[in-house]
């Protein structure tokens, strides 16, 4: 079994925001070590689970939010023959119990989430930016995808997410050459809704968090399940799904709230209810 890292990602609440920060600076916050890896399906678990969390910062500890992969291992591997000793199929097994793991736990979170992107988002930890509902970046913030440069295609789904969010021939750019831009290259690309300074990078990202948690909490998780529905499916299963929740929510205490606080001209108080 597997020796879990525990305090690789650290989970820690304030209110109605939590704070996911990856916590392995001397190293650059890589996202592929099996004993990391569990972390995130249970950050993404005790998150879903908690009715009175309602929006997520990620963040990385030290300079760097995350370069991805530990290159230092892959090149263990190469030395000694490991990558092309073991089979295909031995590495497609990696992929899917490995690094998609963190992929399909991010994916699951039912509450918007926030990049705060420090230093260097490299690789996987460019695409789990991509993940996120919203990013704010440092202005020393870089953004890369380097699979090429390593030899390999990305195996994280990179190449669904990205495109979607910079366009075709950015994303194409970004992949085949390698290079990495800089944060206003990234803001200007909408890969980043905000370039702030690294000093005020947390307090923009608890800014933007606050903001979101004011709103009716089970509404709220609903809106992200239609904004994700929508990435991937035609306009008619939208509008039905779209109709089916809001109906639902029209019989919710938060709505009365809701319309009371707009006639009283006062800030709603949410109860999910």
Sequence with gaps: MVEVIEDALLYEKNGHIV?????????????????????WQQAADKINDDQDVRCVILTGAGKHFSTGGNVKNMGDRVGDKGSRGSSALDARRR????????????????????????????????DITCLCDMRIAADNARFGVTFLKLGLNPGDGG???????????????????????????????????????????????NDLANRVAKQPP????????????????????????SAAMQGIAHHTDDHVEAINAFFEKRPGEYTGR
């Design 19 to 39: 704070t996911l920060t990856m916590n392995q600076p001397e190293i650059r916050n890589p996202m592929g070590d099996p004993r990391v890896i569990p972390l």
């Design 95 to 126: 992929y899917r119990t490995g690094v998609h793991r963190i992929v399909r736990a991010v994916r699951s979170i039912e509450l918007p989430v926030i990049a705060a992107v420090n230093g260097a988002a490299v690789g996987l930890g460019c």
């Design 159 to 205: 190449a669904f997410h990205l495109q979607k969010i910079v366009g075709m021939a950015r994303a194409s750019e970004m992949f085949y050459t390698g290079e990495l831009i800089d944060a206003e290259t990234a803001r200007d690309w909408g890969l980043v809704g905000k370039v702030v300074p690294l000093d005020q990078l947390l307090a923009e990202a």
């Design 218 to 241: 089970g509404v709220l998780r609903m809106t992200k399940v239609l904004m994700r529905t929508a990435q991937t499916n035609e306009l008619d299963t939208v509008l039905e799904m």
